[in-house]
């Protein structure tokens, strides 16, 4: 429960349709272990699991009623030491109705009962031959030996202890309606929505349930707890699967394999979804003084405070899909947006050609791909894009053939501009010795450079293009008014981490469509080749002297942190664990708190450079145009974000 998270576990154990004594005993077991051993403090079990779920017209016996209510009471006795939030089904008589019900439980005690506001009555289902239409206002009724329960759909059970644990309930086909209650759930304050579901397996459903519980969790902004009836209910008719999901802002955290009896178990970020939520100004809450604004009954209950061990997965490299298929077609759609928001300003500008400083490093690599893409979009020739590669006095042989043979492979047109000999009378000018290899040594490189391919765009009515990334931006790996400056920046949106995989991509497709210009063996060694600026001289060897990643840190890394501080908000501290969390075996604790410290001192002083940055697509949701994603002040201060990190150690 530290930090925001709230261990949630759906259940699905062993029913058996009117035996509500079994029924009752599995569920105790299967709560106490989701408990116990599990940690888990919110506990979703499934739709009438008291009872069983396929009981027909057993459901109008008085014998079976009296027995849920029993079993009930045995429940909750049982479980009164358990501190958890617990919701399990149950049909409940109101009135002479009988109502499909989800009974909301904590230690001992009955928070509230929510009944079915959907009643389904077609293909399998019968369920208006026995239930009743749930009501939305709660009124307060006696079951199961407690007395004054609020019994209605709109309730909200609030965690005193963790103020942003706030849990609705829905059951199963309210969710596949048109207005779900869970919509209104939310905008009443709710972060937390359980579903207790009886939907049998069918071919195709499962994925079709599996997107409709990602997409409500997404528009909803929510965490979202799925629990459905067991393969050991009737199988009369239909078959049950226990197809239990736990699903938050619109990603499948946890599921479970078909008729599995592997229960799962997991976190949901609270704070992360309050953080979206503030930063979507479209979500809305209801404004609680206009006069048809829906009534809610808030419940209150309180969990013991404790640590809780991150049992959830934390991806390492959340720019990067883990599925083959799923990276591929990520990959594609960035090129695709790179290259047609290139073909666009270039018509718009009626640009002739394209230029760009082409050193035989991944980034401009990409740069180039896409300025190919981009000219195929408009029937313009490859050769219009002028690629200039400029040794200078760390230019090494290999990274200068690899941007000859890519230029070449691909079609473009390629100069060769040595700097060296313009730095020099540079450093005469303003008295600087070539002995003293200090920034304005490395900067005045890249100076020239930018010089050389504005001027040629000049010349040849071109556009430059800018090849540096949103990694290097980040942290401000940009010389000011250099590789800091492009007519139109086509990498800028795109993480480190992720131009590797987007080569790699375009490696794969070259290597598919039978290249026979050498684009794959050379796109390969470009990969393989250290990332480096490549500003001081080489080794005596030859070999690149100067790594990015020996200097800022390594980009897996920067790329972490960058996402949970942008796309997140996450506090500091929390970053620190969760990067411990994800890359734990990788880096130990120290390096982790010093490179997290380099970020936001980088990210903080080098905003000046991003408040004047180029132009260039935005292709996911971390971004730092200041035009859009990222307004923040260039004179910001880092000290509240690195005091966050002043108690840990590593």
């Given at each position: 429960m530290k930090d925001?998270?709230?261990?949630?576990?759906?259940?699905?154990?062993?029913?058996?349709?009117?035996?509500?004594?079994?029924?009752?005993?599995?569920?105790?077991?299967?709560?106490?272990?989701?408990?116990?051993?599990?940690?888990?403090?919110?506990?979703?079990?499934?739709?009438?699991?008291?009872?069983?779920?396929?009981?027909?017209d057993m459901f109008l016996q008085a014998a079976l009623l009296g027995s849920c209510e029993e079993g009930l009471q045995h429940f909750l006795e049982q479980t009164a030491h358990i501190d958890a939030l617990i919701a399990l089904g149950c049909p409940v008589s109101y009135h002479s109705k009988l109502y499909n019900c989800a009974i909301v439980a904590h230690k001992g005690s009955i928070l509230g009962i929510v009944p079915k506001r959907a009643i389904p009555t077609y293909d399998e289902f019968y369920e208006l031959r026995h239930f009743s239409r749930g009501f939305d206002t709660p009124v307060y009724i006696d079951f199961a030996g407690k007395t004054h329960i609020p019994f209605g759909i709109r309730q909200i059970f609030s965690c005193t202890s963790m103020p942003l644990l706030r849990v609705a309930v829905e059951i199963c086909e309210d969710v596949w309606v048109a207005n779900p209650p869970s919509s209104d759930h939310v905008r009443a304050g709710a972060t937390l929505i359980l579903n207790l579901s009886a939907t049998p397996a069918q071919i195709n459903k499962s994925r079709y349930r599996r997107s409709l519980i990602a997409q409500q969790s997404a528009r909803c902004i929510c965490g979202y707890v799925y629990a459905c009836a067991p393969w050991s209910e009737s199988t009369q008719d239909v078959v049950f699967s226990a197809h239990n999901m736990v699903a938050e802002n619109g990603t499948i955290l946890a599921e479970s394999s078909g008729f599995s009896e592997t229960p799962i178990t997991t976190q949901?970020?609270?704070?992360?979804?309050?953080?979206?939520?503030?930063?979507?100004?479209?979500?809305?809450?209801?404004?609680?003084?206009?006069?048809?604004?829906?009534?809610?009954?808030?419940?209150?209950?309180?969990?013991?405070?404790?640590?809780?061990?991150?049992?959830?997965?934390?991806?390492?490299?959340?720019?990067?899909?883990?599925?083959?298929?799923?990276?591929?077609?990520?990959?594609?759609?960035?090129?695709?947006?790179?290259?047609h928001g290139l073909a666009k300003r270039m018509l718009h500008t009626h640009a002739q050609t394209l230029v760009l400083g082409l050193s035989g490093g991944l980034d401009s690599t990409l740069a180039l791909l896409v300025c190919v893409r981009a000219c195929a979009c408009i029937d313009v020739s490859p050769s219009a894009i002028i690629a200039v590669t400029m040794p200078g006095f760390g230019t090494t042989q290999?990274?200068?053939?690899?941007?000859?043979?890519?230029?070449?492979a691909l079609g473009a047109t390629l100069r060769e501009i040595s700097i060296v000999a313009a730095v020099r009378q540079h450093f005469a000018d303003i008295g600087h010795s070539e002995e003293d290899k200090d920034?304005?040594?490395?900067?005045?490189?890249?100076?020239?450079?930018?010089?050389?391919?504005?001027?040629?765009?000049?010349?040849?009515?071109?556009?430059?293009?800018?090849?540096?990334?949103?990694?290097?931006?980040?942290?401000?790996?940009?010389?000011?008014?250099?590789?800091?400056?492009?007519?139109?920046?086509?990498?800028?949106?795109?993480?480190?981490?992720?131009?590797?995989?987007?080569?790699?991509?375009?490696?794969?497709?070259?290597?598919?469509?039978?290249?026979?210009?050498?684009?794959?063996?050379?796109?390969?060694?470009?990969?393989?080749?250290?990332?480096?600026?490549?500003?001081?001289?080489?080794?005596?060897?030859?070999?690149?002297?100067?790594?990015?990643?020996?200097?800022?840190?390594?980009?897996?890394?920067?790329?972490?942190?960058?996402?949970?501080?942008?796309?997140?908000?996450?506090?500091?501290?929390?970053?620190?664990?969760?990067?411990?969390?994800?890359?734990?075996?990788?880096?130990?604790?120290?390096?982790?708190?010093?490179?997290?410290?380099?970020?936001?001192?980088?990210?903080?002083?080098?905003?000046?450079?991003?408040?004047?940055?180029?132009?260039?697509?935005?292709?996911?949701?971390?971004?730092?145009?200041?035009?859009?994603?990222?307004?923040?002040?260039?004179?910001?201060h880092v000290q509240l974000w690195l005091a966050d990190l002043e108690h840990l150690t590593a």
């Open positions: 925001g998270f709230i261990t949630v576990s759906p259940r699905s154990p062993h029913i058996e349709p009117c035996d509500v004594t079994a029924n009752i005993d599995a569920i105790i077991a299967d709560v106490t272990q989701a408990y116990e051993y599990d940690s888990a403090r919110v506990i979703v079990l499934p739709e009438l699991c008291v009872s069983g779920y396929s009981c027909g949901i970020d609270l704070t992360s979804l309050d953080v979206q939520r503030r930063r979507t100004s479209t979500f809305e809450v209801f404004d609680p003084h206009m006069t048809n604004a829906p009534q809610y009954a808030y419940q209150q209950f309180e969990l013991e405070l404790e640590p809780c061990q991150l049992t959830r997965f934390i991806d390492p490299h959340p720019f990067v899909p883990h599925d083959p298929s799923e990276r591929a077609h990520r990959c594609e759609e960035i090129l695709s947006i790179q290259a290999r990274t200068h053939g690899n941007a000859a043979v890519l230029a070449d920034v304005t040594y490395e900067n005045a490189q890249a100076r020239e450079r930018t010089q050389i391919l504005m001027d040629i765009a000049n010349q040849e009515s071109g556009l430059v293009v800018g090849t540096g990334d949103l990694s290097e931006f980040a942290l401000g790996w940009a010389t000011y008014n250099a590789d800091h400056m492009s007519m139109y920046a086509v990498n800028v949106g795109v993480p480190k981490t992720l131009v590797r995989y987007v080569v790699q991509y375009e490696a794969d497709r070259a290597a598919a469509g039978a290249d026979t210009n050498g684009v794959y063996d050379v796109l390969l060694d470009i990969l393989d080749t250290p990332v480096s600026p490549e500003l001081l001289p080489a080794q005596s060897d030859g070999t690149i002297a100067q790594k990015t990643e020996d200097l800022v840190g390594p980009y897996e890394l920067h790329d972490f942190f960058l996402y949970y501080v942008l796309r997140k908000a996450a506090a500091p501290h929390v970053i620190y664990r969760l990067a411990r969390h994800a890359f734990e075996g990788s880096y130990d604790d120290a390096t982790i708190l010093m490179w997290l410290r380099t970020f936001y001192r980088r990210f903080f002083s080098q905003q000046f450079k991003r408040s004047c940055m180029c132009d260039g697509p935005k292709v996911g949701t971390v971004a730092l145009s200041p035009r859009g994603d990222l307004r923040m002040p260039s004179d910001a």
